[in-house]
């Protein structure tokens, strides 16, 4: 096998546990722990490309799902692969519709082959199977593309938790086999196996005996608890070749982030920033904001006194509150902006914090700035 | 009486008639002829104020009906006034509402006090009257505020359009009484008088005696054909003092700017290019391109080759017309930025032309270029 497409480079670990990476990727450097935005359709909604850029993101994912939709991966690639399509220059992934395929779509039939389902778009008949999954990553051309896995929601009895994950493992390997774009595309695992610490220990132990260039842990953030998950997570990433990256996919609130990076994972993305931003909903030092709240409304101070984002270089809390009470496009547009680049400082100093040793602390810090109890 | 608040330079007059001239504000100075785009609610739609600014926006109109019912002009004023609460730091000018009580106010009655109607957004009954338009006005703080006229719609009985401009007449009187903010803020007349010559002189000829900062022509594109307006415009114009600007109110499309400037206007105000961007309509220098149709799918070419605007610099025509097939809101921010930018662009050329003195064979290239017969 030729050096893969995407390479990690460990720099340092804190002492409680957290990891400083860095990831090498055919369109740039990626320093880790990071938080990539999502771009579903080849676009973050409501923020464009050198907005996005001025957030601090350095890798952004597309969903091959609705790419794959609309406009169709050959579409895509036409318009000269994902990258150019969406004018982003820097790393990318993309998902591999495992997860839209449990979220999204309607009359979903599962089978060993793959899945299949009616479109949320227009009701036609899809096909999703690995092989077609990997054929649609490459039409995109991301830096990096994920095996297609089979999602369980939970809570769901053992058995299913334990047959999807083994399911998973065979696709997984389908996945390696089917991929042609090796050169410049990277391919990244995903860990099954719900809560169950033994089925997680025996999905990463599969996945790496097939071995992949990262490795993510999906199957969370599903309905379960905080708590079951952070704990799913913990006893999740000892079982992980500490020489590749950990994504911990779909997660999550500013508070996960900072508990997955204590338990060794070093990428995270959620549509969360962006989603809470156009319903008014504000990430900020001090905690969240509703900006529909009356209070704000004759309030002149920004979202963060210390952010060097648009809204809070150039607008008030009042304003920000009258463009959502307008129904005005600019609302969602600065607190998607906001959110976004909150989200980016936060890694930041998570990554100085590790880089200086004292991660537990910093973490401590946060959540109490943020509300939490000690 | 002091000097006024804004101050108009003619630079030079070119052969057709076509003005080059200068706008002293408090808030910096305009180039003329110049395109101001429409911020309604504090907001030019979908665009960021630096954004805006990078379009070459000069001058920014606010909507005093708009800002009045939502966040209420108090709201304003306590956050800083227009300028500050909308981010921007340049020149604005504010209308007076009488547009908006005659194209969106239910139930709408006007006697010789003023206007009463139900909000079109709650239906609670407001009072709009000579006095409480400036006195709103002043509360916003434009630059530029604009007198409270009766509009009526075209075609409309000969009497009815005397009556309304003599009682335009009347209560630009009273807004020039009820201004007191005349240090930092200048006052335009508006000529009414449909599309009868007799009765836009007389218009002209009464504001001219009470003496404005600028005059404004209202009532014109409001469903009359375009030629008729190109021929109001014409008329008009020679009623007006050379030394002082003036405004085309709520017009128009490209042509019609070109056809302004020739007649003598300095300043237009329009929503065409954010409306018609949020519709997936662009303006380019070849004429009109409607994004939804399918020619577009897989075409690789920015909207204009020339244009320097976020939109042509980093996307392609079958990205933009992907957006708006999924619904992105990046589609009608991007196109809404490259017609912003398009009508600037075009204002930049007309000055030149106006300084290089070849006015009429500019206008007529242009008008071959987007197709219009000779």
Chains 1, 2 share one sequence.
């Not at 409501?46 to 169709?72: C, F, K, M, S, W």
């Not at 999905?203 to 998950?229: H, K, N, Q, R």
């Not at 914090?353 to 946060?366: D, L, N, P, T």
Request: net charge neutral; hydrophobic share 40%; charged share 25%.
């Amino acid at each position: 096998m030729a050096s893969p497409a995407v390479r990690y480079e460990l720099l340092s670990v804190d002492p409680s546990g957290a990891r400083r990476g860095r990831l090498h990727t055919p369109h740039g450097t990626v320093e880790l722990p990071t938080f990539m935005p999502v771009g579903t359709l080849g676009t973050v909604k409501g923020v464009d490309i050198e907005r996005l850029a001025d957030t601090g993101a350095q890798i952004v994912l597309g969903n091959t799902y609705h790419l794959a939709l609309r406009p169709g991966e050959e579409a895509v690639r036409s318009l000269g692969g994902l990258h150019r399509f969406s004018g982003w220059e820097g790393p990318m992934l993309t998902d591999s519709g495992g997860f839209q395929v449990f979220s999204l779509a309607h009359k979903r039939k599962v089978t060993e082959q793959g899945a299949r389902f009616q479109s949320h778009i227009d009701g036609s008949l899809i096909d999703l199977t690995p092989e077609r999954s990997i054929a649609i990553q490459e039409a995109l051309g991301a830096d990096i593309a994920m095996v297609f896995d089979e999602v369980v929601e939970l809570p769901a009895p053992p058995e299913a938790v334990r047959s999807a994950m083994l399911r998973s493992l065979r696709w997984a390997r389908r996945c390696v086999d089917a991929a042609k774009r090796t050169d410049d595309q990277s391919l990244f695992g995903i860990v099954q196996g719900g809560l169950d610490a033994e089925l997680r220990a025996e999905s990463a132990a599969g996945l790496t005996e097939i071995g992949f260039a990262g490795y993510a842990i999906g199957g969370l953030s599903v309905g379960e608890p905080p708590a079951d998950m952070y704990r799913a997570i913990g006893f999740t990433t000892p079982h992980l070749p500490a020489d590749r990256p950990r994504y911990l996919m779909g997660v999550g609130t500013p508070r996960d982030l900072l508990e997955g990076i204590e338990r060794g994972v070093d990428m995270f993305d959620c549509v969360m920033p962006t989603r809470n931003g156009r319903n008014a909903l504000a990430f900020t030092d001090t905690g969240t904001i509703r900006l529909r709240n009356a209070c704000h409304t004759l309030d002149e101070r920004p979202l963060d006194e210390g952010c060097p984002c648009l809204a809070c270089r150039r607008h008030s809390r009042g304003y920000l509150r009258h463009l959502f009470r307008a129904g005005e496009m600019l609302g969602p547009m600065l607190v998607s902006v906001h959110n976004l680049t909150h989200y980016q400082r936060l890694m930041e100093a998570a990554r100085a914090a590790i880089e200086a040793g004292h991660y537990a602390s910093f973490k401590q810090r946060r959540l109490a700035e943020w509300g939490f109890a000690a």
